[in-house]
């Protein structure tokens, strides 16, 4: 649980964090996107080979590696701020979360024992929500309390201080995240870890079964899905903040980023609620309508007035948070084998969050920041078709009230 909170925030920071690095680096849209681009391009490089090595070194010295990738990548930006240092280590990082990413699911299914296996994922998974609203937080109070002129009443934040530039308050982050990166090691290298066997959905499968399964349609289909719902998360939450800074003059060290955080918080929420909605509805009815709020929501962040655009953009997150688990579920339902193989492809489509931003970032800079956003109704376009072409094999139980009114499952 510690490891899913630690991945989102060190994850879901980059959002808020543009208008600074725009700012102080003097960046084009297009230049800053290629941040995002190189944290998430690793997921893409290392997915595949990070399960290579875990079937030879086991779950705990691959931690520990990933901790220690990650921790060198903070440690980089931390003591060189930088553009490039900043693309660098953002893929670092990158790399250390996807090899976490491809270890945590077996490790928490073993570790909290099978039987309780569906509810700690719920559990995890409003961990990672949480971190994921907690870290833009944290990133205003750094900003915030590092600017003021007396900090005399704060030990730490005076060391901080002595650690950043005085124009960059923004890296502090990088070195709250070396030092968290540090920990999780040590908690590693001192804890006890069950033996794993993966079962058949999380064992990866050899080449020939991938290269089977990209011929089919199917796979290639809701690989795109994936692409594209991870695309409009991070195309979202990258620029909201900016977004709210341009056109409405919102401060992105505060409201800026309080709204990322809301985006978040929310899509955790939203999470909960499509939990609930899952039980008495078919899935595809589920994400064909959270899909049609979003659309709503994302035209009034987009047209709308300053409030309203401060609410709506949050109230994306909370219909987009359904979309992810549905289009997987459907997805894996859709074929009849080779459900580990063709869980790697879609995880493979995390890619979207290193391209969708970067094709927002370079129409921003050749249209403005709103036309490039229009691209989300691109991807959010194909997201809702799902709902209308995926024939899964087999279909989400639902709960159903009988003529004689029992409830039936």
Request: aromatic fraction near 14%.
């Amino acid at each position: 649980m510690l490891t899913f909170f630690v991945i989102s925030f060190l994850t879901n920071i980059i959002g808020p964090l543009i208008p600074d690095i725009i700012k102080d680096f003097h960046l084009s849209l297009t230049l800053v996107a290629l941040l995002p681009f190189a944290f998430f391009i690793a997921y893409g490089v290392m997915s595949i080979p990070a399960g290579m090595l875990l079937e030879k070194y086991k779950e705990k010295k691959i931690m520990v590696a990933a901790f220690l990738v990650a921790f060198s990548g903070s440690l980089l930006l931390a003591l060189f701020p930088g553009y490039l240092a900043a693309v660098v280590s953002l893929f670092l990082i990158g790399s250390g979360m996807a090899m976490l990413q491809v270890i945590i699911n077996p490790l928490l299914r073993v570790s909290g024992g099978e039987e309780h296996y569906a509810f700690n994922s719920v559990l995890a998974q409003l961990i990672f929500g949480l971190a994921s609203f907690l870290s833009p937080l944290v990133y205003s109070y750094f900003v915030l309390n590092l600017n003021k002129s007396a900090i005399g009443e704060s030990k730490f934040l005076e060391i901080v201080k002595t650690l950043i530039p005085e124009n960059l308050p923004w890296i502090s982050l990088y070195w709250l995240f070396t030092i968290i990166c540090l920990l999780m090691i040590l908690i590693i290298l001192f804890s006890k870890f069950p033996k794993v066997e993966l079962s058949n959905e999380e064992k990866a499968g050899a080449l020939e079964t991938h290269l089977m399964l990209f011929k089919n349609p199917v796979v290639i289909l809701f690989f795109v899905g994936i692409f594209c719902y991870v695309g409009t998360e991070q195309g979202i939450a990258n620029w909201i903040s900016q977004f709210l800074s341009v056109y409405h003059g919102y401060d992105p060290q505060t409201t800026g980023a309080n709204a990322v955080a809301y985006f978040w918080g929310l899509m955790t929420a939203g999470g909960v609620v499509g939990l609930l909605l899952l039980k008495i509805m078919d899935s595809r009815k589920v994400l064909i309508s959270f899909t049609v709020l979003a659309l709503v929501c994302l035209s009034l962040a987009l047209f709308a007035s300053a409030e309203i655009s401060l609410i709506a953009f949050p109230l994306v997150g909370f219909f987009a948070s359904v979309m992810y688990p549905v289009i997987f579920s459907l997805a894996l339902n859709s074929v009849k084998e080779h459900h580990g193989s063709f869980a790697g492809i879609l995880v493979t489509g995390i890619i979207g969050g290193a391209i969708i931003p970067l094709i927002i970032g370079w129409l921003g800079d050749h249209f403005g920041l709103r036309a490039g956003m229009f691209f989300i109704y691109i991807t959010m376009g194909y997201i809702f078709s799902i709902g209308f072409w995926a024939r899964p094999l087999i279909t989400n139980k639902t709960i159903q009230v009988s003529r004689k009114n029992k409830i039936v499952v």
